[in-house]
């Protein structure tokens, strides 16, 4: 993660045909540990976005499965089932897209396998019985 964030760091010093001279005396001005400190920084915000994502993701998934329990019990000719399993239906579709979000946070940061997370996370089926 450091190499890449020292990366990013360079490509933004070299745009636009190179840094001028007020971003030179600024890179001489600041002690080395300013770029660590920077790093540092960058990484803490980026585990903290991963985080806050995985936590939508179980929010939205412990909510669809709280539903799915109650249309389990819920008598198959009981008032209101067909509202229980659109509601049900809706609240997987958003625990599908934190999912989808999860994983396109993830890939822009490099990482290319998701087992781990569709183990992690899975998806209930969707209800299609009446």
Known sequence: MTERIRSLL????KADGGADDKDAELR???PATSVASLEREIAS????????????????????LGTLAELEAALPSSDGRSALI???ND???VAERR???LLIQREALGFRRHA?????????PRWTRG
């Open 28 to 30: 001489r001005r600041l």
């Open 116 to 124: 781990e997370l569709h183990q992690r996370y899975p998806m209930p």
């Open 91 to 93: 609240e997987r579709s």
């Open 99 to 101: 999912l989808r979000d």
């Open 45 to 64: 915000e980026i585990a903290y976005s991963l985080g806050r994502a995985a936590e939508k993701l179980e929010a939205a998934l412990s909510q669809a």
């Open 86 to 88: 659109q509601r049900y």
């Open 10 to 13: 360079q490509r933004v010093a």
